[in-house]
């Protein structure tokens, strides 16, 4: 395999210092001091628990759905998967970008994970939260998109395709591991697998299990055969994406990842 451009390395690179910008610059806005998203939600959380009241707790979190939901298009590095916000009774499913390391124990790199926060409310005033890997890209990939892509490719852009990605990701829910698993983003094909994951014990002591959608690859979609059955499979999932999508924009509590443009 050859290696990739240096080009395609520095891209990689300015896209991991903006997205460390972007996660400091919103945990800070959503809670003062904090400047990684899962010590920002987790503060929010601890927030609610002090608030006691329903009342209180859900204004709380209609608080933080509207922040993430008025981030700048240019600045996005969240997305409301779903929201809702009663006076007594509220939720918020939110999926967050970073650059780390893989969320799981073993790989040694770096890359996009994305993970999905939930919050809730009921009536009661007894509000937890969950934490669950949704998807990584892995570096690797990120720097074969910006090779194989037929035109240059922004922040924003990027940021899109990743969220496509995560969309993906949460659609499947949780999924036998190593299945392999596909995604049409217009110039290239994401290529990679499904692993089952559990994220870190809630307040309750109890671990929430799902699936992961870990891309390794972006292969460039013009080089492929039309019949690869990776292409069928990529484009059947675009359009999962986008269908799902699309139902988002037509419910006002459950705002979605902006859809994936097929190029």
């Known amino acids: 395999m050859s290696p990739t451009p240096t080009e395609s390395r520095i891209f990689a690179t300015r896209y991991q210092r903006e997205a460390i910008r972007l996660e400091q610059l919103h945990a800070n806005n959503i809670a003062p001091g904090h400047t990684k998203w899962v010590d920002a939600m987790k503060a929010v959380w601890d927030r609610m628990d002090k608030a006691g009241s329903p009342l209180k707790q859900s204004a709380i979190v209609s608080k933080v759905i509207n922040y993430v939901s008025n981030i700048k298009s240019e600045e996005k590095i969240a997305f409301p998967l779903a929201a809702y916000a009663g006076k007594r009774t509220a939720g918020l499913m939110l999926a967050t970008l970073e650059f ?41 990939a990120i720097e074969r998109m910006h090779e194989r892509r037929n035109r240059p490719i922004t922040h924003a852009r990027a940021t899109e395709m990743f969220a496509a990605v995560a969309a993906l990701g949460f659609m499947i829910g949780f999924h036998e591991e190593h299945n392999a698993m596909c995604l049409d983003l217009g110039d290239v094909l994401a290529v990679g697998q499904m692993r089952a994951v559990a994220g870190p014990p809630n307040n309750e002591g109890r671990r929430s299990y799902g699936s992961m959608y870990e891309v390794r690859s972006m292969l460039p979609i013009e080089e492929l055969d039309p019949n690869d059955l990776r292409l069928k499979q990529g484009r059947v ?25 097929q190029q």
């Open 237 to 261: 999932a675009l359009a999962a994406v986008n269908e799902w999508v699309e139902g988002g924009r037509k419910d006002r509590r459950a705002p979605r990842p902006t859809r994936p443009r």
């Open 100 to 140: 780390d390391n893989h969320p799981l124990v073993g790989p040694n790199e770096d890359g996009v994970s994305v993970v999905k926060f939930t919050l809730k409310v009921p009536r009661d005033g007894n509000s937890n939260i969950k934490v669950t890997p949704l998807a990584y890209i892995s570096r690797h």
